[in-house]
């Protein structure tokens, strides 16, 4: 029996998500792969069932270094890899791939670590990232990347009895309003949680508690902080029971698309059109799309450039709300307005 394919994708929780399309994909010809990731994302695949094995590598922590680097291979080595496929760009990957003697080593042309590559694929351009990430497999034009996640029988229970403990009934708006980057957050959270009627729930990570607690307080006794309380996969089964989830362009908006949960995408300093926004027919993208300076990076800085920070502040929480859809119904109301326009 032929070695699995080894993939190795160490980029932020949303990256992995959008890669889980090549997974699938890859699983589907040849068997479940392994991959190496993030310990912070290692959870989210091991259920996934295009994942044989997801092997965690702490690349800022206990394997941090040349010598962490080495170690891995080393494990990875053993596997007897014969192809790998490299859709994070960085060199440590390239490396790593290079060290743990995998013959094949597929990932994109122009990449940093390209140079080591036996096979280079162009990225394709105008396309979602996910797809992106598919061409690494070469598949036939048009596929879709399937992105999904592999969410069990304990996750959803688990988020069903943190739902009814506080009485919760499935159709509520989830709000992710954390981001990485200053710039991609959205101010105006707290007051759209005030503003809506119906339970409210904060999701986010834990470095994201403290921002997903002031916009609860907007909201008292109908806003409930999941924040920092739930793992990964806990917090993916919570938001597929969400009505919709109104969120920046980041981690969270993925996890919605890969559960099948419409979105509400507010994009600030970033664009869709890098390839990271909403797929889905029922989602919208509320954007400034008259302000000059947009985009002004590919991640989004820390503080605006600028000082002034209007690609987030004037996008009114009247047109976010109008984006939301009414209560029991799954699809986005309406409103022929699939974009903020602000002359
Ligand atoms: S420079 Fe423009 S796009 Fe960038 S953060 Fe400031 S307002 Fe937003």
Not at 113 to 138: D, F, Q
Not at 164 to 173: L, R, S, T
Not at 225 to 233: C, D, I, W
Not at 254 to 278: E, M, N, Q
Request: charged share 20%; proline share 8%; with cysteine.
């Amino acid at each position: 029996m032929s070695s699995p394919v080894l993939v190795i994708q160490t980029a932020f929780l949303g990256d992995v998500v959008l890669t889980t399309g090549l997974l699938s994909y890859l699983a589907e010809r040849a068997g479940p792969v392994d991959v190496v990731t993030t310990p912070a994302a290692a959870p989210l695949l091991e259920t996934h069932p295009a994942v044989r094995r997801a092997i965690g590598y702490d690349k800022r922590g206990t394997d941090r270094g040349f010598g962490g680097l080495v170690r891995l291979a080393g494990r990875l080595r053993r596997e007897s890899y014969s192809r790998s496929y490299l859709p994070h760009r960085s060199i440590r990957s390239a490396t790593l791939a290079r060290l743990a003697g995998i013959a094949e080593r597929i990932g994109f042309a122009g990449s940093p670590g390209s140079w080591s590559y036996t096979r280079r694929i162009a990225p394709p351009e105008g396309v979602h990232e996910a797809e992106r990430l598919l061409a690494l497999a070469e598949p036939l034009p048009g596929t879709v990347a399937a992105v999904s996640l592999g969410l069990t029988a304990a996750d959803r229970l688990r988020a069903a009895e943190w739902l009814e403990a506080k009485g919760i009934d499935p159709g509520f708006v989830a709000l992710a309003p954390g981001s990485i980057w200053g710039t991609k957050r959205w101010p105006g959270y707290a007051e759209l949680a005030a503003a809506l009627d119906g339970p409210v729930v904060i999701v986010g990570g834990t470095e994201d508690r403290g921002l997903a607690e002031s916009v609860a307080a907007a909201a008292p006794g109908r806003a409930y902080v999941a924040a920092g309380e739930l793992p990964l996969r806990v917090t993916a089964a919570l938001l597929e029971r969400a009505r919709v989830l109104v969120t920046n362009d980041s981690a969270p908006l993925h996890f919605a698309s890969a559960v099948g949960t419409p979105a509400v995408a507010i994009f600030g300093p970033t664009v869709p059109a890098f390839g990271f926004g909403p797929r889905g027919s029922s989602d919208r993208i509320v954007e400034h799309k008259t302000l000059r300076c947009r985009p002004c990076s590919s991640h989004g800085p820390p503080v605006c450039p600028l000082g002034h920070h209007r690609c987030m502040r004037e996008v009114s929480v009247e047109r976010v709300l109008g984006m939301i859809p009414v209560s029991g119904d799954r699809g986005i109301r309406e409103s022929g307005d699939q974009g903020i326009r602000i002359p």
